[in-house]
């Protein structure tokens, strides 16, 4: 059954995320994005319905976001602010995520998060079910002053016109992109796209992963 981590466990996850970092450096990579979405650890402290915590962990935004922070602190000491991204989901309820006030959340991350000099802020802007809905892309905009990504259904054209608007700097495509491996290509001759089919997901395979067909050009 899953537990609580323990206070005296937590400097060991810290500890493990620099170190992380540094063999993927080691490894030939730029840099790393650190994940703190979809119900996975960070994001289990981040929000306030799966965090029950008690301790210095637990209930206030900010010790809530401890965790982050100390993660954020390590890794951009181990290979420097500029190599280090950092992915939210404040909205996504994957794997039973929820928090009461969304808005407040990422309104509090993006205007802490300045202090990191991060390479850039990546925000899944929505929920894969529609459970939870609000329009935390403005107040990321608002809050946050470095380099700002945008994640989750927008079409080229949405993402051209959200760039050029200033909304955003950078828009992330997911399942386009398994869905069609020459992504850029089509997007900038306006071709169609292959649809994504779900169904293949994670699925271990070649199927839906290796198998779409490129544009054909002549």
Request: proline content about 6%; hydrophobic content about 45%.
């Amino acid at each position: 059954m899953p537990r609580p981590l323990t206070v005296d466990e937590i400097p060991g996850i810290v500890a493990a995320f620099a170190q992380g970092a540094r063999n993927a450096i080691a490894a030939g990579f730029d840099g790393v994005e650190v994940h703190g979405a979809n119900g996975y650890l960070i994001d289990q402290f981040l929000r306030d319905t799966p965090n029950q915590r008690t301790d210095a962990y637990g209930g206030s935004l900010e010790n809530r976001a401890r965790l982050l922070f100390e993660v954020l602190t390590a890794v951009t000491q181990a290979i420097g602010s500029e190599r280090v991204g950092l992915r939210l989901s404040p909205l996504n309820s994957f794997n039973s995520m929820k928090d009461s006030d969304p808005l407040a959340l990422i309104g509090f991350l993006a205007d802490r998060l300045n202090a990191f000099k991060l390479a850039y802020l990546h925000v899944m802007r929505a929920d894969f079910f529609g459970v939870q809905k609000a329009d935390v892309m403005p107040v990321a905009r608002e809050k946050y002053k470095g380099v700002l990504v945008g994640n989750m259904g927008y079409s080229a054209d949405e993402a051209e016109a959200a760039i050029a608007e200033g909304k955003l700097d950078a828009v992330a495509f997911g399942t386009a992109f398994l869905a069609n491996p020459d992504l850029p290509a089509r997007i900038r001759a306006k071709a169609p796209l292959n649809a994504p089919d779900s169904n293949t997901f994670y699925a271990g395979g070649a199927k839906g992963y290796t198998d779409y067909p490129t544009l054909q050009v002549a």
